[in-house]
C-alpha cells in the first residue's frame, strides 16, 4: 500500500549565516529530529544559497555518495585528490568521499557579468561499500532535459549509463523540467523521495506541490505528476533502506 508523507517547504530546518542560506530536508549539522534523519538511502537534501564571493571552506568528508544540482548561478569544487570544476544549472556533479576526502564549494563570482547568488541543491547517500578510492564525475546534462522527460542523471544502476556513476546500486536521482501542463509518471520502487526544486505541480493523490516541498512515498503504485507552472524537479530513486 503506497503511504504519502508530504514535507512543506517552510516546515524545513533552517541556517542562515549572512552568506549562506540553507533549508535542510533531514536532520543536518545543529539540527536533529530523531524522526527525521533519512528517508530510504538519502541522508541529506540541503536546499542552498551562497553569496558572490563566499562558501564552504575546505572541509571533510568520508563515505558518502555527494551529489549537486545546481539551479542557478555556478559553483566551484576543488578536493585534495586534485579535482576541480564549474557547476551550472543542467550539470550533474559527484563525489565519491570514500576513504576520505577534503574539499571546497564557492560562489563563482567570474561566472558573470554581475555576480548573483548560486542556488544548489546537495544530496548525500550511503555508497555500498566504505574505504573506497575518492573520486569525482561531472556531466551535462542539458541536452537531455526536454520539457516533460524524467531524466537519470546520477545513478549506480548499469542500466543508467547516460548518468554519472555513484557507488550505491539501489539509487537513481532523476531530473525533469517540465511547463504548464506537462504531466510525466513517476517510476514504481519501494521508496521515492520527490523534491520540487522549483515552480509548482499537482501529484496524484498527493495534491498540489509549491517550490521546496517534498514528497516521500514508500512502495508507490505508478503516479502522475503535472506541472502548473515552469518546474524543476528531483526525484530519488530507491529500491533498499538503510538498516
Same mark, same amino acid.
Given at each position: 500500500?503506497?503511504?504519502?508523507?508530504?514535507?512543506?517547504?517552510?516546515?524545513?530546518?533552517?541556517?542562515?549565516?549572512?552568506?549562506?542560506?540553507?533549508?535542510?530536508?533531514?536532520?543536518?549539522?545543529?539540527?536533529?529530529?530523531?524522526?527525521?534523519?533519512?528517508?530510504?538511502?538519502?541522508?541529506?537534501?540541503?536546499?542552498?544559497?551562497?553569496?558572490?564571493?563566499?562558501?564552504?571552506?575546505?572541509?571533510?568528508?568520508?563515505?558518502?555518495?555527494?551529489?549537486?544540482?545546481?539551479?542557478?548561478?555556478?559553483?566551484?569544487?576543488?578536493?585534495?585528490?586534485?579535482?576541480?570544476?564549474?557547476?551550472?544549472?543542467?550539470?550533474?556533479?559527484?563525489?565519491?568521499?570514500?576513504?576520505?576526502?577534503?574539499?571546497?564549494?564557492?560562489?563563482?563570482?567570474?561566472?558573470?557579468?554581475?555576480?548573483?547568488?548560486?542556488?544548489?541543491?546537495?544530496?548525500?547517500?550511503?555508497?555500498?561499500?566504505?574505504?573506497?578510492?575518492?573520486?569525482?564525475?561531472?556531466?551535462?546534462?542539458? $541536452?537531455? /532535459? &526536454? #520539457? %516533460?522527460?524524467?531524466?537519470?542523471?546520477? =545513478?549506480?544502476?548499469?542500466? !543508467?549509463?547516460?548518468?554519472?556513476?555513484?557507488?550505491?546500486?539501489?539509487?537513481?536521482?532523476?531530473? $525533469?523540467? /517540465? &511547463? #504548464? %501542463?506537462?504531466?510525466?509518471?513517476?517510476? =514504481?520502487?519501494?521508496?521515492? !523521495?520527490?523534491?520540487?526544486?522549483?515552480?509548482?505541480?499537482?501529484?496524484?493523490?498527493?495534491?498540489?506541490?509549491?517550490?521546496?516541498?517534498?514528497?516521500?512515498?514508500?512502495?508507490?503504485?505508478?503516479?502522475?505528476?503535472?506541472?502548473?507552472?515552469?518546474?524543476?524537479?528531483?526525484?530519488?530513486?530507491?529500491?533498499?533502506?538503510?538498516?
Amino acid at each position: 500500500m503506497t503511504t504519502y508523507d508530504v514535507r512543506r517547504a517552510a516546515d524545513r530546518f533552517h541556517t542562515e549565516a549572512g552568506w549562506l542560506d540553507s533549508h535542510h530536508s533531514f536532520s543536518f549539522s545543529r539540527h536533529y529530529d530523531p524522526a527525521n534523519t533519512h528517508f530510504g538511502l538519502l541522508l541529506v537534501s540541503n536546499d542552498d544559497i551562497v553569496a558572490p564571493g563566499t562558501g564552504f571552506d575546505t572541509h571533510p568528508h568520508r563515505d558518502m555518495e555527494i551529489v549537486t544540482w545546481v539551479l542557478s548561478g555556478s559553483l566551484v569544487h576543488q578536493d585534495s585528490e586534485g579535482h576541480n570544476g564549474v557547476i551550472h544549472p543542467g550539470l550533474a556533479q559527484r563525489m565519491s568521499a570514500g576513504r576520505g576526502i577534503l574539499h571546497s564549494e564557492k560562489n563563482d563570482i567570474h561566472a558573470a557579468a554581475t555576480p548573483e547568488p548560486v542556488r544548489f541543491v546537495q544530496m548525500w547517500v550511503l555508497p555500498d561499500e566504505t574505504g573506497i578510492t575518492p573520486g569525482y564525475e561531472q556531466r551535462d546534462v542539458s $541536452a537531455d /532535459l &526536454t #520539457p %516533460g522527460t524524467l531524466v537519470p542523471v546520477a =545513478s549506480g544502476n548499469p542500466a !543508467h549509463d547516460s548518468a554519472i556513476r555513484i557507488h550505491q546500486k539501489d539509487a537513481t536521482l532523476h531530473a $525533469a523540467r /517540465l &511547463t #504548464p %501542463g506537462d504531466t510525466l509518471t513517476l517510476p =514504481s520502487a519501494p521508496y521515492l !523521495h520527490l523534491f520540487l526544486a522549483q515552480g509548482s505541480a499537482t501529484l496524484e493523490d498527493a495534491g498540489p506541490l509549491a517550490e521546496g516541498d517534498a514528497v516521500r512515498l514508500t512502495a508507490p503504485t505508478p503516479l502522475r505528476l503535472t506541472a502548473t507552472t515552469n518546474t524543476e524537479l528531483l526525484l530519488w530513486e530507491m529500491h533498499s533502506a538503510l538498516r
